[in-house]
């Protein structure tokens, strides 16, 4: 019996030292301090935007809803998607001797996808191009 209390008083003692140990416990972190710069890169790249707020031109794709050789069509075509859909910005480029009309600014196929199903009855040829866009007009 005497056995017995003193493996119970020496089990109470352990854990009660143990117990104490655990709160003055200190965790002290290591770490390279360029993982917080790269950190801060990392969530101003998917911003769209640098440190100092100069925007970042990134992959993503566009709808082709024009191309030909008339420049005034062009700017008519251009005029009347900005109306029906003022949302999306729009992108004239000029490649000798065609103009290209391109709107929106999509990160994934998918987007841009969606929006070609819904012009199709509205603008019968239509395109999808992978090209460099504008991720602040994206992310809105």
């Known amino acids: 019996m005497e056995i017995k209390r ?5 089990i109470l003692a352990a854990s009660f030292l143990g117990a104490f140990a655990q709160e003055n416990a200190k965790v002290t972190v ?5 993982i917080d710069s790269l950190i801060a ?10 440190k100092d707020g100069t925007p970042i031109i990134v992959n993503g794709y ?5 191309f030909g050789s008339d420049r005034k069509e062009a ?3 251009q005029a009347r998607f900005s109306s029906l859909y003022p949302e999306y910005a729009t ?3 000029y490649t000798q001797p065609n103009y ?14 969606r929006l070609m199903t819904e012009l ?6 239509l395109f999808i191009f992978q090209e460099r866009i504008n991720p602040l007009k994206a992310d809105e």
């Open 30 to 34: 290591v770490k390279n301090p360029l």
């Open 41 to 50: 890169r990392r969530i101003a790249l998917n911003k769209g935007v640098t």
């Open 62 to 66: 566009r709808v082709q809803i024009f």
């Open 91 to 93: 992108y004239i480029s």
């Open 100 to 113: 290209r009309v391109k709107v929106g600014d999509f990160r994934t196929r998918a987007e841009a996808q």
């Open 120 to 125: 199709r009855p509205t603008f019968p040829t």
């Open 6 to 10: 003193y493996i119970l008083s020496v």
């Open 75 to 77: 700017y008519n075509e």
